[in-house]
């Protein structure tokens, strides 16, 4: 009887991804990068931009503060000139009258002049008729100033007395013979003059551009002058003013803009001139930007989407052209493959290809970037590291915590001995730079080869404040230095000494065999029907065999001896310290024994044999070349006697 049971369930179907689908994601993570990318150098650039316009802004404002002092300095110089006036010493008030009235029509160095008398009684002033009445003087703390110090005054600003407007006034005082003050004289400016600071620097129309007095208080303005003269300054711009002399700060206006604030305040009369950016002209530039982004991403997606579409039809129209050889080949007739047109998928990889090597190489230039090998670190005059950069610790193996506080010497790597580092120390203190290189000793304990900078930092007065010091690991490139220079006196099959190092240690024997009266040989060694084995069995088993004779030869050799390819099927054997031309032959017999005996190479027995000529020194030459080219004569006088021989000659 059948168990009653559940049925398998049915795994879940997944639905296959269209070409079409997979096209269109890709075309978007395509994208998304720049974008981001995109993105993030608009909004860095906005913010560089921003930045160097308010620094131009704070030059401008600069500007405007020193022609402020520029004004207000040469009307106070002009005023102490006139208080030198004989007609004024004299007590000639009608002539000093005339003076003053065309002294201001001439240069307009002030608004009005105005002398009074130690009570603050005004005396005269040229702004009303010489006989009219007068006031007295309008602004009596400073008037009280200038005859307690004996020096000018140049106040904030304040209502006139005759007048009754807003005026600047610069106050001198006038002395007589015996050198006491006994008249104060006054300049007056009124503010609308110095309203045309605002307007000599070319700045946007909407800048609202302000000078204020060390009060804080609005002397001249730009825009709405009449509305808010002798008003104080917004209060985070008059609360900023007051903390330093030069900088920016996010305002509102009086009329309530939003603005980028940026001032500087004068260095001789401590006025302040402040400039205000409305907010919007960052904003306004900033969407624009963004505007122009997204159209340029909408063109770039909706170009990519109908790229997408077309090669994804052409893609499935290939793919779909398989369905027929298909269908024949399951019901066994003849499969005929009609040609597939996939140069479209083709090119789709090799953009994703060159996308990745562009990428890749983003990645290397990025990881070269945080990993350049270049350690800086600074010390304090005793010796103690006070600052270090990643790049140091990578060198060194230390973390930046463990290095600071501590010397230098705990790298020591005891590869050098105590002179070098006086030698050191003697060139930092008489040259105040030493470079050079040393061993150091990372902290897992490896030594490194490092080029080092070390200079002396010192202070306004002269005195050591740090000594500063750049790494470089050279270690890897004296390494390579030396594989280099291994290849150039080394052949690169069989490892042995080439031509150029065989000639320079044959120069240096001959130098010691002639110092100690000596002999040394040179042996001369070819290889007999070597080119035929070339021919028949192929250059491999040439090369194989050119490497088992190399062998064979340096073990024939001593170690004091120099066994070289000079180049093909040529040896050189250098023998030094010999006690007789015996040892040559010696030496040169066992080395024709070894090339008698069988090469087993690729399973084959091979069989050459070697002719071999020599030449000693003295008798045969004292130069290196003359030497060699005995050598060379020799060998070619065994191969004439019949090859697999050795000649030398006779004393």
Request: with cysteine.
């Amino acid at each position: 009887m059948p168990i009653a049971g559940k049925s398998p369930a049915r795994p879940a179907v997944t639905r296959p991804l269209t070409v079409r689908f997979v096209l269109t994601c890709l075309v978007l993570a395509c994208l998304f990068p720049g974008v981001i990318g995109a993105s993030a150098i608009l909004y860095f650039t906005y913010h560089a931009e921003r930045a160097l316009l308010e620094r131009d802004a704070i030059q401008t404002a600069r500007a405007m503060a020193n022609a402020v002092d520029t004004d207000l300095l040469k009307a106070q110089a002009a005023g102490q000139a006139l208080a030198t006036s004989r007609d004024l010493l004299s007590g000639d008030f009608v002539a000093f009258y005339k003076q003053a009235t065309k002294l201001l029509q001439d240069t307009e160095i002030a608004s009005n002049i105005v002398l009074s008398d130690a009570t603050g009684q005004q005396l005269l002033n040229t702004i009303v008729p010489m006989s009219s009445p007068l006031s007295s003087h309008g602004n009596p703390a400073q008037l009280l100033r200038v005859f307690e110090t004996a020096k000018p005054v140049i106040s904030d600003t304040y209502i006139g007395g005759v007048l009754r407007r807003p005026v600047v006034g610069i106050d001198v005082p006038v002395f007589n013979a015996d050198g006491r003050v006994i008249y104060d004289l006054s300049l007056g400016l009124f503010t609308d003059r110095l309203a045309r600071i605002p307007h000599s620097q070319r700045v946007p129309p909407d800048w609202v551009v302000a000078i204020f007095d060390s009060q804080g208080t609005i002397v001249a303005r730009s825009h709405a002058a009449a509305s808010f003269i002798g008003k104080k300054a917004a209060p985070a711009l008059l609360r900023r003013m007051g903390e330093v002399a030069e900088g920016m700060v996010e305002a509102d206006t009086l009329e309530g803009i939003p603005v980028s604030a940026v001032f500087s305040r004068s260095p001789a009369v401590h006025w302040t001139v402040a400039i205000g950016i409305p907010t919007h002209f960052f904003t306004v530039q900033l969407r624009h930007r963004f505007l122009l982004l997204f159209a340029v991403i909408c063109f770039l997606f909706g170009g990519g989407m109908f790229a997408a579409s077309a090669l994804a039809g052409r893609i499935t129209h290939s793919i779909r052209t398989l369905l027929g050889p298909a269908t024949a080949l399951g019901s066994g007739a003849p499969v005929v493959v009609p040609p597939i047109p996939l140069k479209e998928a083709s090119d789709v990889g090799s953009a994703i290809t060159r996308a990745s090597e562009l990428l890749a190489l983003h990645r290397l230039a990025a990881e070269v970037y945080r990993n350049i090998h270049v350690g800086v670190f600074a010390t304090d005059p005793a010796g103690t590291i006070v600052s270090v950069n990643p790049a140091y610790c990578t060198i060194t193996g230390y973390a930046a915590d463990e290095l600071i506080g501590c010397n230098p010497r705990i790298m020591k790597s005891d590869r050098h001995d105590a002179d070098f580092y006086r030698r050191m120390w003697e060139a930092i203190s008489q040259e105040s730079v030493w470079h050079g290189e040393i061993w150091n000793r990372r902290k897992d304990g490896t030594l490194f080869l490092s080029s080092e900078t070390i200079k002396t930092m010192r202070d306004e007065s002269g005195c050591i404040a740090h000594y500063v010091g750049v790494i470089i690991d050279i270690t890897e490139e004296r390494r390579a230095l030396d594989a280099m220079r291994y290849q150039a006196y080394h052949d690169s099959m069989t490892k042995l000494p080439n031509r150029a190092l065989f000639m320079e240690r044959l120069q240096q024997e001959i130098i010691r065999a002639h110092r100690n009266s000596m002999l040394m040989a040179v042996l001369f060694i070819d290889l007999d029907h070597f080119k035929a084995i070339n021919d028949e069995f192929g250059h491999q088993v040439g090369d194989d065999l050119l490497k088992l004779a190399a062998e064979r030869l340096s073990a024939c050799a001593r170690a004091s001896d120099t066994v070289a390819r000079l180049g093909g099927d040529e040896f050189a054997v250098l023998l030094n310290d010999l006690g007789g031309k015996g040892d040559a032959a010696r030496v040169a017999h066992m080395m024709l024994s070894e090339m008698s005996r069988p090469f087993c190479i690729h399973d084959r027995e091979l069989h050459v044999s070697a002719s071999i000529g020599a030449a000693i020194y003295p008798p045969d030459g004292d130069a290196a070349a003359a030497l060699l080219k005995a050598a060379d004569e020799a060998m070619y006088e065994a191969k004439r006697s019949g090859r697999r021989a050795f000649f030398m000659r006779p004393s």
